[in-house]
C-alpha cells in the first residue's frame, strides 16, 4: 500500500477527497472550520511536494440537483484564508469547467470542485442501474487526476463514488489515505488492539439500540463498561428500576439484561449510574430532585448523573490507562443537566495528563469536548462519529478497504 509520508507528489495532480461539510451561518460564513483545518496537513504536503490538489466534497443533503445553501463556493474564503492562496473553482464537478480546470490545473494551484452530491450518482447506490451510474460518475472524477488520496474520515463508513468506487480506477501504487484517516485509523487501532490496561469505555448518548453492536464489540476489549446518558435508563428498567418518564426502549430492554450477562461472563466490570437528576419536564427551568438511579418517578425523567455516580465513574476514570468515550452522560446541551459529562470530559483530560490515552468520538461527546474547551487535553478527538462507531464494532469500512485493496 502506498504511504503519504513517503510520497513525493512533485508534478502530480491528486483528487482528494476531504470532509468540507461544515456548518455554515444564515450568511454562507464556516462558523466551525474544524474539519477543513483536518484536511490542511494532506493538501499541503501534496503543494509543497509540486503538485496540484484537486479537492472534492459533499456538503449536507441536497435533495436533488444545485442549492445554494450546500454549495462548497461557500468554504473558499475559509480555505483559501487557511492556505493563503487562491482557491480555483468549477462550479459543476461533472461540467467542463471541471475538465478543463483540473487539466490546466499547475503545480502549487488548488481546484475545489462543486458538490458532489448534487450528482445522486456521488451517494444513491441501492439498485444496480444506480451503482452503474456511481461507477460512471467515479470514473469520471477519476480522469482529472493523476493520484487519488482519501482523507474524509467521516464518509469512510459510506461506500460512495468519491469515498470508494473511485478507488478502483488508481491502481495500487496510485491510491492512498491521507494524513487525517491515518490518525484516525492509528487511534482507533491503538484503543481496540495495542491498548495499556486498565481499559475503559464510557458509553452515553441516547439510545442503546445505536450502540449494541459496539458495547458487544468491546466487551472482548475492555475491563470498565460505563454507560451512562439517556440509554441508562433501558438497563435499569431491564433490572427491575423504576425509571418514570425517563427514555427507555421497551423493545432493547432483553437486549439490554442480555449485554449484563455477557459482560459478567466476561469479567468487565459494567458499571451504571448509581443515582440522578431528575426533571419534571425536558427543559432546562424544569423542576429538579436528585434520587437513586432505580428511584425514578411518574412525570420525571433523569436528564443527568448525580453526584455520586460522578465520584464513582471518576475514580474508575483515573485508574484507567486507556480510555474511550462516546456519548454525554446527560443531556448537556442544556447548562443545568451538563455537570456530569463536564465532570466526565474533565476527569478525562486528567487521567490523559497522567499518562492514559484517551480517545473520544461521536458527535456529541466531541460537540462536549469542544464546548468545555477540553479538545486538546485528550489524546485525540475524532473526527467520524459514525465511521468510529463502525469500525469499533469491528466492521471493514469500505472507503478504507478501497484504498488497502
Ligand atoms: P447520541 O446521539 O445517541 O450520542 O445521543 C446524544 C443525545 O443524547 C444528546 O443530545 C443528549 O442530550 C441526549 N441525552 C443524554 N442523556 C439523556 C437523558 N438522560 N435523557 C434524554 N436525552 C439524553
Excluded at 510520497?7 to 451561518?25: C, E, H, M, Q, T
Excluded at 499541503?44 to 496540484?52: A, P
Excluded at 451517494?123 to 470514473?139: G, H, I, L, P, Q
Excluded at 428498567?237 to 423493545?251: V, Y
Amino acid at each position: 500500500m502506498q504511504i503519504i509520508d513517503n510520497y513525493s507528489f512533485a508534478g502530480k495532480k491528486v483528487i482528494i477527497r476531504v470532509d468540507f461539510n461544515v456548518p455554515l451561518s444564515a450568511q454562507y460564513e464556516v462558523t466551525d472550520d474544524t474539519r477543513i483545518r483536518g484536511a490542511l496537513p494532506t493538501i499541503k504536503k501534496v503543494l509543497q511536494d509540486g503538485g496540484s490538489a484537486i479537492l472534492m466534497s459533499h456538503l449536507g443533503r441536497p435533495k436533488s440537483g444545485p442549492e445554494e445553501k450546500f454549495s462548497l463556493k461557500h468554504v473558499i474564503p475559509a480555505l483559501s484564508k487557511l492556505l493563503g492562496i487562491d482557491i480555483q473553482f468549477a462550479n459543476d464537478c461533472m461540467g467542463k469547467e471541471a475538465v478543463n480546470k483540473s487539466a490546466a490545473l499547475k503545480p502549487g494551484e488548488v481546484l475545489l470542485l462543486e458538490n458532489l452530491r448534487f450528482y445522486t450518482a456521488e451517494n444513491k447506490v441501492k439498485s444496480d442501474d444506480e451503482k452503474a451510474a456511481t461507477r460512471v460518475f467515479a470514473e469520471k472524477l477519476s480522469t482529472y487526476a493523476d493520484l487519488y488520496v482519501n482523507d474524509a474520515f467521516g464518509t469512510a463508513h459510506r461506500a460512495h463514488a468519491s469515498t470508494t468506487v473511485i478507488a478502483d480506477f488508481f491502481d495500487e501504487g496510485s491510491r492512498m489515505f491521507g494524513f487525517l484517516i491515518n490518525k484516525e485509523i492509528k487511534a482507533m487501532d491503538k484503543v481496540l488492539h495495542d491498548s495499556e490496561k486498565p481499559m475503559t469505555a464510557i458509553m452515553g448518548g441516547a439510545k442503546v439500540s445505536d450502540k449494541i453492536q459496539v458495547i458487544e464489540n468491546l466487551l472482548d476489549k475492555v475491563d470498565n463498561l460505563i454507560i451512562g446518558g439517556g440509554m441508562t435508563y433501558t438497563f435499569i428498567k431491564a433490572r427491575g428500576g423504576e425509571i418514570g418518564n425517563s427514555l427507555c426502549e421497551e423493545d432493547k430492554l432483553d437486549v439490554a439484561a442480555d449485554l449484563v450477562k455477557k459482560a459478567e461472563a466476561k469479567g468487565v466490570k459494567l458499571i451504571l449510574p448509581v443515582d440522578q437528576v431528575l426533571a419534571d419536564k425536558f427543559d432546562n427551568d424544569a423542576h429538579t430532585e436528585g434520587a437513586d438511579i432505580d428511584s425514578g418517578k411518574a412525570g420525571f425523567m433523569g436528564l443527568d448523573i448525580g453526584p455520586k455516580s460522578i465520584q464513582l465513574l471518576n475514580e474508575v476514570i483515573m485508574n484507567s490507562k486507556t480510555i474511550l468515550w462516546n456519548g454525554p452522560m446527560g443531556v448537556f446541551e442544556m447548562p443545568n443537566f451538563q455537570k456530569g459529562t463536564v465532570s466526565i470530559a474533565q476527569t478525562i483530560a486528567e487521567s490523559t495528563a497522567k499518562g492514559a490515552f484517551s480517545l473520544v468520538g461521536g458527535g456529541d461527546s466531541v460537540a462536549a469536548v469542544n464546548k468545555f474547551g477540553l479538545a486538546d487535553k485528550v489524546s485525540y478527538v475524532s473526527t467520524g462519529g459514525g465511521a468510529m462507531l463502525e469500525y469499533i464494532e469491528g466492521k471493514v469500512l469500505p472507503g478504507i478497504k478501497a484504498i488497502r485493496g
